[in-house]
């Protein structure tokens, strides 16, 4: 049975690993959080994997608050640079294979169709910089990776998009919602089982993939489809990026094309709009 360390296991994909590994009986997993595996500690990192041999490291811990990482350099950097060397160090000299979680905010959004793996990196903020970096690193340092580039992710876990709205339309009669930026939405329950998936196929086809759920959307159009689905009536104004005014520049465009991670791991990816159902019916209906 494949041994599987999940770090970050309290930030939201790592729950939904947990609630994965319980209909899972192929794979045996470790669940560790930051308080238990500070992944900038390259000391504490090294006496984990010498304690339990592992198979694979998923690592789902990163520093995420984009507009803070602005304001807070060296945090971003440690964990999303040093903590990724860390692992892959590791993840080297006890042959353990290293699944990455990183972000379509290392492209800079300008181009107009889906985003392949092989398309230039130009990230524009402080977030986007750290997590390039911290692939860079891996890409150097450990042969035996997988790099994960997703997007808008959203579970029934931690503060999302899809919570914030729900929450927002509680207390409020109106909102506005930003319609100038295109991606696609990520239900984290998807992008966990598809990882299980590349772990179960016992394929070697390391390097750097995309995941996100199918098609492309604004965030305002997925607010009005949240509350649709969720049978929410509120009034949603559509409002251009300057109505909010961020530390941190948004990407316009960031669909990711998902056309490799499908082809080669045989990976069936659902439609945003029809995984975003699913979900808001099991959770919230």
């Known amino acids: 049975m494949k041994k599987i360390l999940i770090t970050g296991a309290n930030g939201q994909l790592g729950h939904c690993f947990k609630t994965k590994s ?18 900038t500690n390259a000391n504490q990192v090294k006496s984990i994997f010498k304690k339990t041999n592992f198979d694979y490291c998923i690592n ?7 507009d803070a990482a602005e304001d807070n350099i060296e945090t971003a950097t440690n964990i999303n640079v040093i903590g990724s060397k860390n692992l892959a160090e590791a993840c080297q000299e006890f042959n353990v294979t290293l699944i990455h979680i990183s972000t379509d905010f290392v492209f800079d959004g300008t181009k107009k169709t889906p985003y392949k793996e092989s398309d230039k990196t130009n990230p524009t903020g402080v977030y986007g910089a ?17 790099i994960i580039r997703t997007s808008w992710l959203y579970s029934e876990y931690k503060n999302n998009f899809v919570k914030t709205m729900l929450r927002l339309a509680s207390e409020k009669d109106e909102l506005n919602v930003v319609n100038d930026q295109k991606g696609t939405p990520t239900n984290a329950n ?11 196929s016992n394929k070697k086809e390391y ?16 607010a009005q489809a949240i509350f649709n689905f969720s049978k929410t009536i509120i009034k949603v104004n559509p409002v251009t990026s300057e109505a909010f005014v961020t530390k941190a520049k948004r990407p316009e465009y960031s669909v990711l094309d998902k056309t490799k991670i499908s ?5 069936k990816i659902l439609d945003w709009k029809q995984s975003l159902e699913n979900h808001i019916k099991t959770t919230y209906l």
């Open 60 to 66: 789902c811990a990163a520093y995420t608050a984009v």
């Open 263 to 267: 082809t080669v791991f045989d990976i």
């Open 130 to 146: 750290t997590k390039l970096k911290g692939e860079g690193v891996i890409r150097e340092v450990l042969e035996n990776h997988y």
């Open 190 to 200: 998807d992008l966990a089982e598809a990882i299980i998936k590349i772990v179960n």
């Open 207 to 222: 390097g750097s993939y995309h995941f996100s759920n199918l098609g492309e959307t604004t965030w305002y159009d997925f």
């Open 22 to 39: 319980k209909l899972t009986n192929s794979l045996d997993f470790v669940f560790l959080d930051s308080k238990i595996l500070d992944i």
